[in-house]
């Protein structure tokens, strides 16, 4: 039987190890608790290291770690994502851990302090769709990035988005269909788009939110952005199955990006942008 290489065990080992940790022990796992974790089935189970001193399979480790904080190797590892929180690098696979463990200790700080980049990706997105629908004339809703809290408050910045665009927030409660959509577009009362903006979560979710909401509005369009390559792919699988009647389009977050430009510079209600904007929504 052929045995895994080090890095085969410790590259499967780190991520399953984040999720029993916070499972069990209701706690972020940092890096001690990785290398810790590592020396002692270095320990007990040898084999699995194929031969390797601890020298070699700790330098592997660190090596794994820093590429993980670093966000170079995040998926290859499962998904795994890291966050500094004073000066200790934390680990996690899944967003859903972040609320969950937030909403236990009632504590926003968690949430706010955690994957700044994916967050901040999201945020720059729906700020660019506020910009290129308000430019046009359109009533927007933009929840905030997450699952408690003031929803009115997605910021941008030192602003709120609603503030950066002096518009009016449309007064949704979760009752209503919109509630958990990143971004929807009204032009003359009427719901005409609705956005997910998939950077930490599963593009199953976003297209289920959005078909619940195609049940009721049968004309909206919906659109999935993303700047994850291998969202597309998903995408793809999903509409062509399950979601195929839902009629979504995927949008490159750069298309979105020139739009955005081009809204800087046009005059408020421009119709030949106005064009354009619908154009490339096919709404």
């Known amino acids: 039987m052929k045995l895994p290489s080090a890095s085969q065990t410790i590259k499967e080992s780190i991520p399953l190890f984040v999720l029993w940790t916070i499972k069990n022990k209701g706690v ?25 001193d601890w020298k070699s399979a700790f330098g592997t480790t660190r090596s794994k770690i820093s ?8 998926r290859s590892i499962k998904e795994l994502h890291s966050f500094e929180y004073e000066g200790v690098d934390y680990f996690y696979t899944d967003n859903n851990q972040i609320y969950e ?5 009632n504590s926003e700080e968690l949430i706010e302090k955690t994957n700044k980049n994916e967050t901040r990706k999201h ?6 769709l506020c910009s290129i629908f308000t430019k046009i004339g359109c009533d927007i809703w933009v929840p905030k990035n997450d699952s408690s809290g003031d929803r009115n408050k997605t910021k941008y910045d030192d602003k709120t988005i609603i503030e950066s665009h002096e518009t009016n927030l449309l007064n949704l409660t979760s009752k209503d269909m919109f509630y958990w959509v990143d ?18 979560t599963e593009v199953l979710k976003g297209l289920e939110r959005m078909n619940n909401t195609k049940k009721v509005f049968s004309k909206i369009k919906s659109i999935v952005t993303s700047t994850k390559p291998n969202y597309l792919k998903k995408f793809e699988d999903y509409t ?3 979601y195929e009647s839902l009629g979504a389009k995927f949008i490159d977050t750069e298309k979105i990006e020139k739009l955005f430009k081009k809204s800087q510079k046009a005059l408020p209600n421009d119709e030949t942008f106005k064009e354009l904007v619908f154009k490339e929504f096919g709404i």
Do not use: R, W
């Open 28 to 52: 972020f796992p940092t890096k001690g608790m990785i290398y810790k974790m590592i020396k002692t089935k270095f320990e007990n189970e040898p084999h699995l290291f194929n031969g390797n």
């Open 67 to 74: 590429q993980v904080c670093k966000n170079e190797e995040g």
């Open 101 to 105: 463990l937030a909403l236990k200790n």
């Open 123 to 128: 945020v720059n997105i729906q700020y660019q």
């Open 183 to 200: 971004f929807v577009a009204y032009d003359n009362g009427n719901p005409i788009v609705q956005v997910e903006v998939e950077e930490s």
């Open 240 to 242: 062509s199955g399950t």
